[in-house]
């Protein structure tokens, strides 16, 4: 039935064509996206990167088809996901997750974290033993059994962002979108779930698309990156590549302002100093 | 002759110290970074040396400006230390700000405060100030309001009322962290400069050891409230003393590495920063320490002259083994 089976090795898991997306009112837009059009491939690690406001959340959105595009299309296995319907969706929903950057936020304060990390099993009908499953996927980012029965609020952020991955990994996705999911960290707690991300990424197969202001974190964890500008993809490649010879003004503006230990800070000059990009 | 001495400062939350016998100085001119994780007590100890402790918080200790002990002085004396002396630039630049006053009102006002000019002499003043902070065309630009402007040009503005009286030391909480990395680089950037051409000094704090590092010329750790580490930045990241500064250089080269650490091979620090309240007694960093012995359970001394480092069992010089790790990932 599905269609998984005719996909080749290295066709895209998702796909964007052309996708255009406005908010705002239609006296005053906001393009949030423009005629991005962009691929996801098995196995990539495909950091997103840009501005704040530069669409990186919006086009997570719409590549867990969260929202329609206004223009445009975007493709799960090669196939269209326009006016699907949510059964239509249901495979989708339970291969593409995503972990998002505030752990307080993405956690219900009143369920206990093993409820929590059961949820997706029960609302995309997954059958089996949930308790055993949700022990195994502690086990797997490192939590204690015990954490189960505990609340939210008796972790720590990174214990919490541990247990945001767990529930994104509860189904079994092959696709793993990290929104920012490293940036709320202290710089300890941080380099411990970029090596458990890398961890799983490695164990399970998984596909990661990694969302990021921080270039930084993209090269080290990514072998792929689209930079946005604005809502425009205006550069994209692999990240040794892209890191060593930026093609557009703004990846280089953005790879020249990243601070560096006992470096010098130097303004970058490409940079469009007075439009205010909030 | 430092221009502002900081000693035992201390400053207790219903009895649980947030920040403990926290001790630097600054020289007239110098820059100085502070780093330290979420909750090490940065802000606390900034707010502490400004006298804008929130309620119910008292620092105890010694604050030095100038010769002046701050810590004593009455509200009225220290507010007028406050902006001439000493100025502020905060994280949000919003907080800074009158969202219903125009950005050139805002500066202007700053001027006039601390200066007997009349208000034709202060907007001119105003005007050459803004093209300082890199507003090319001030005459428009001072007529914005705040929300009219990007953060990073609100940033700006709070920079130029920071300046505007030629502070003898800019203390800057985060200022860069809510904003884009370019956005960053021009604000750190035009701080240095600023404080560069009149002299001021400058106290940087951050979480983040690349942005400290490349502006200053010597850095504090702070862990748990205490300052475990002071170094000159070129002696800090070549030999760390203190094992939590070692850690936190190994992750961030690590991180700052170009693509050489395999994904998920970052070094790390076991556990993570504990809660306000729930730090171990003895030395801070207990538990999280690769070093640590019986003797940590009671609290280390700090030890040194130019180079302070509170740890019973520091990294000593490059024949140490760990110590020569790190030295060797600098020139990478
Ligand atoms: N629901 C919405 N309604 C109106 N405007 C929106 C909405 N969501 C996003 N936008 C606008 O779309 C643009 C892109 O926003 P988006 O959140 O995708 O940026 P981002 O790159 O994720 O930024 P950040 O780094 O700050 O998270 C912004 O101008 C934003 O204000
Ligand atoms: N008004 C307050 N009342 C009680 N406790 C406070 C108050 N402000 C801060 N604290 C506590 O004091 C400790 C030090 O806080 P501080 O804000 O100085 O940390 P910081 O190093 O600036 O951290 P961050 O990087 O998150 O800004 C924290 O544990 C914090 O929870
Ligand atoms: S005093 Fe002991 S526990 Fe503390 S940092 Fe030094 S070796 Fe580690
Ligand atoms: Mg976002
Ligand atoms: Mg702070």
């Given at each position: 039935m599905t269609a998984a089976g005719a996909i080749q090795g290295s066709d895209p898991i998702l796909q964007m064509l052309a996708v255009t997306r406005r908010y705002g009112t239609r006296s005053n837009p906001v393009v949030a996206l423009s005629q991005v059009s962009m691929e996801v491939r098995p196995q990539d690690r495909l950091g997103v990167v840009g501005e704040s406001g530069s669409g990186k959340s919006t086009l997570a959105r719409l590549l867990l088809i969260l929202e329609d595009p206004d223009e445009g299309e975007v493709r799960f296995q090669g196939r269209s996901m326009s006016g699907k319907s949510r059964s239509e969706l249901a495979e989708l929903r339970r291969a593409v997750q995503i972990v998002f950057q505030d752990p307080f936020s993405s956690l219900d304060p009143r369920l206990r974290v093993g409820d929590s990390i059961a949820e997706p099993l029960r609302s995309l009908g997954i059958q089996g033993d949930h308790r055993s499953r949700v022990?195994?996927?502690?086990?797997?980012?490192?939590?204690?059994?015990?954490?189960?029965?505990?609340?939210?609020?008796?972790?720590?952020?990174?214990?919490?962002?541990?247990?945001?991955?767990?529930?994104?990994?509860?189904?079994?996705?092959?696709?793993?979108?990290?929104?920012?999911?490293?940036?709320?960290?202290?710089?300890?707690?941080?380099?411990?779930?970029?090596?458990?991300?890398?961890?799983?990424?490695?164990?399970?197969?998984?596909?990661?698309?990694?969302?990021?202001?921080?270039?930084?974190?993209?090269?080290?964890?990514?072998?792929?990156?689209?930079?946005?500008?604005?809502?425009?993809?205006?550069?994209?490649?692999?990240?040794?590549?892209?890191?060593?010879?930026?093609?557009?003004?703004?990846?280089?503006?953005?790879?020249?302002?990243?601070?560096?230990?006992?470096?010098?800070?130097?303004?970058?000059?490409?940079?469009?100093?007075?439009?205010?990009?909030? | 002759m430092s221009l502002l001495e900081v000693s035992q400062l201390t400053v207790d939350v219903q009895g649980i110290p947030v920040v403990s016998d926290v001790r630097f100085a600054i020289s007239a001119g110098e820059r100085l970074g502070l780093i330290g994780e979420s909750g090490s007590g940065k802000t606390i100890t900034a707010l502490a040396i400004m006298g804008l402790l929130p309620e119910g918080l008292r620092a105890r200790g010694s604050v030095v400006l100038d010769g002046t002990e701050l810590l004593s002085l009455s509200e009225r004396r220290l507010s007028a230390v406050r902006g001439s002396r000493i100025a502020m630039v905060f994280q949000e630049p919003m907080t800074a700000l009158d969202p219903l006053m125009r950005v050139g009102t805002q500066i202007t006002d700053a001027i006039r405060i601390h200066e007997r000019v009349g208000r034709r002499a202060a907007r001119d003043r105003m005007l050459q100030l803004m093209p300082r902070v890199g507003f090319s065309n001030p005459r428009e630009q001072s007529r914005r309001f705040p929300h009219q402007l990007s953060g990073g040009q609100r940033q700006r503005i709070v920079i130029a009322i920071a300046i505007a009286c030629g502070p003898a030391l800019i203390l800057a909480d985060e200022p860069t962290t809510a904003l884009d990395v370019t956005v960053q680089a021009q604000v750190l950037a035009l701080l240095q400069d600023l404080v560069q051409d009149q002299g001021s000094a400058l106290l940087l704090i951050s979480h983040d050891l690349a942005v400290v590092s490349s502006v200053c010329q010597r850095i504090v750790v702070m862990y748990g409230g205490r300052v475990v580490e002071s170094a000159s930045t070129p002696e800090l990241l070549t030999r760390p003393r203190h094992p939590y500064t070692q850690a936190l250089l190994h992750t961030s080269r690590g991180i700052g590495g170009n693509g050489d650490t395999p994904a998920g091979h970052l070094p790390t620090i076991p556990g993570s920063v504990p809660e306000l309240g729930r730090f171990p007694s003895g030395c801070v960093f207990r538990g999280r320490c690769d070093r640590e012995q019986d003797r940590c359970l009671e609290a280390p001394p700090t030890t040194g002259s130019d180079h302070l480092v509170a740890c019973w069992f520091p990294l000593t010089s490059p024949s140490d083994p760990t110590a020569a790790v790190t030295t060797g990932g600098v020139g990478a």
């Amino acid at each position: 039935m599905t269609a998984a089976g005719a996909i080749q090795g290295s066709d895209p898991i998702l796909q964007m064509l052309a996708v255009t997306r406005r908010y705002g009112t239609r006296s005053n837009p906001v393009v949030a996206l423009s005629q991005v059009s962009m691929e996801v491939r098995p196995q990539d690690r495909l950091g997103v990167v840009g501005e704040s406001g530069s669409g990186k959340s919006t086009l997570a959105r719409l590549l867990l088809i969260l929202e329609d595009p206004d223009e445009g299309e975007v493709r799960f296995q090669g196939r269209s996901m326009s006016g699907k319907s949510r059964s239509e969706l249901a495979e989708l929903r339970r291969a593409v997750q995503i972990v998002f950057q505030d752990p307080f936020s993405s956690l219900d304060p009143r369920l206990r974290v093993g409820d929590s990390i059961a949820e997706p099993l029960r609302s995309l009908g997954i059958q089996g033993d949930h308790r055993s499953r949700v022990q195994e996927l502690l086990d797997a980012v490192g939590l204690p059994a015990g954490s189960a029965r505990m609340y939210p609020h008796q972790f720590s952020g990174g214990q919490r962002q541990r247990v945001a991955i767990a529930r994104a990994l509860a189904s079994q996705p092959r696709v793993l979108v990290a929104d920012e999911a490293v940036s709320a960290l202290d710089v300890s707690v941080r380099a411990q779930v970029l090596n458990l991300l890398a961890r799983l990424v490695e164990r399970f197969g998984l596909t990661l698309v990694f969302i990021s202001h921080d270039m930084a974190v993209v090269r080290h964890i990514c072998t792929r990156v689209v930079v946005l500008y604005r809502g425009q993809v205006v550069e994209q490649g692999q990240v040794e590549q892209v890191f060593r010879d930026p093609q557009h003004p703004y990846t280089q503006a953005l790879i020249s302002s990243v601070p560096t230990l006992g470096g010098r800070i130097v303004a970058p000059p490409t940079f469009d100093w007075e439009s205010p990009s909030s | 002759m430092s221009l502002l001495e900081v000693s035992q400062l201390t400053v207790d939350v219903q009895g649980i110290p947030v920040v403990s016998d926290v001790r630097f100085a600054i020289s007239a001119g110098e820059r100085l970074g502070l780093i330290g994780e979420s909750g090490s007590g940065k802000t606390i100890t900034a707010l502490a040396i400004m006298g804008l402790l929130p309620e119910g918080l008292r620092a105890r200790g010694s604050v030095v400006l100038d010769g002046t002990e701050l810590l004593s002085l009455s509200e009225r004396r220290l507010s007028a230390v406050r902006g001439s002396r000493i100025a502020m630039v905060f994280q949000e630049p919003m907080t800074a700000l009158d969202p219903l006053m125009r950005v050139g009102t805002q500066i202007t006002d700053a001027i006039r405060i601390h200066e007997r000019v009349g208000r034709r002499a202060a907007r001119d003043r105003m005007l050459q100030l803004m093209p300082r902070v890199g507003f090319s065309n001030p005459r428009e630009q001072s007529r914005r309001f705040p929300h009219q402007l990007s953060g990073g040009q609100r940033q700006r503005i709070v920079i130029a009322i920071a300046i505007a009286c030629g502070p003898a030391l800019i203390l800057a909480d985060e200022p860069t962290t809510a904003l884009d990395v370019t956005v960053q680089a021009q604000v750190l950037a035009l701080l240095q400069d600023l404080v560069q051409d009149q002299g001021s000094a400058l106290l940087l704090i951050s979480h983040d050891l690349a942005v400290v590092s490349s502006v200053c010329q010597r850095i504090v750790v702070m862990y748990g409230g205490r300052v475990v580490e002071s170094a000159s930045t070129p002696e800090l990241l070549t030999r760390p003393r203190h094992p939590y500064t070692q850690a936190l250089l190994h992750t961030s080269r690590g991180i700052g590495g170009n693509g050489d650490t395999p994904a998920g091979h970052l070094p790390t620090i076991p556990g993570s920063v504990p809660e306000l309240g729930r730090f171990p007694s003895g030395c801070v960093f207990r538990g999280r320490c690769d070093r640590e012995q019986d003797r940590c359970l009671e609290a280390p001394p700090t030890t040194g002259s130019d180079h302070l480092v509170a740890c019973w069992f520091p990294l000593t010089s490059p024949s140490d083994p760990t110590a020569a790790v790190t030295t060797g990932g600098v020139g990478a």
